[in-house]
């Protein structure tokens, strides 16, 4: 797992809601549905994201899919985690320059479906074409401006 520390810029204006904090932290689990490790160590990895998901104040989780493979069944499993905690979740389908753009709306809609997701928590995104890379950093804003309702609230 690697950890970046995030400052908040605070932007003027009322439009704006203040955030809650003067940073906040990015986790980021690379590549968990792709390593090649024991079943043991996928046990303890497994054990360590369900640690981070209970924490008292996770705004979300920034869930990166790539838009041209169907859901694996550690996505499956990892969808499971963020349902049963209510964990707020925004899903980026990267890659979609790889796809025509009816393909894009076609697999868009069979994700989000297959991961039981509404509209609000799906942004198409390409890096290379700058596709809903506006979009995203606005989710993001909201995400962790939001502070945790009830259900979410837990103990460290």
């Not at 792709?34 to 989780?61: K, M, P």
């Not at 609000?120 to 506006?134: F, L, Y």
Request: glycine share 6%.
């Amino acid at each position: 797992m690697n950890v970046y520390a995030m400052a908040v810029t605070r932007s003027v204006g009322a439009q704006h809601a203040a955030p809650l904090h003067d940073a906040y932290y990015l986790l980021d689990l690379p590549g968990y549905g792709y390593s090649r490790a024991s079943r043991a160590d996928r046990a303890a990895f497994r054990g360590l994201i369900t640690h981070v998901l209970n924490r008292a104040l996770l705004a979300g989780v920034l869930w990166l899919l790539d838009i041209r493979r169907d859901p694996s069944d550690d996505d499956r499993a990892m969808q499971e985690l963020f349902a049963e905690r209510k964990t707020p979740v925004l899903a980026a389908l990267t890659k979609s320059d790889t796809l025509a753009r009816t393909a894009r709306a076609r697999r868009e809609g069979e994700l989000r479906s297959a991961l039981e997701l509404e509209d609000d928590q799906v942004i198409v995104t390409s890096a290379r074409e700058k596709e809903g890379i506006d979009e995203l950093r606005e989710a993001i804003g909201e995400l962790i401006r939001k502070p945790p309702t009830k259900a979410q609230s837990r103990t460290e």
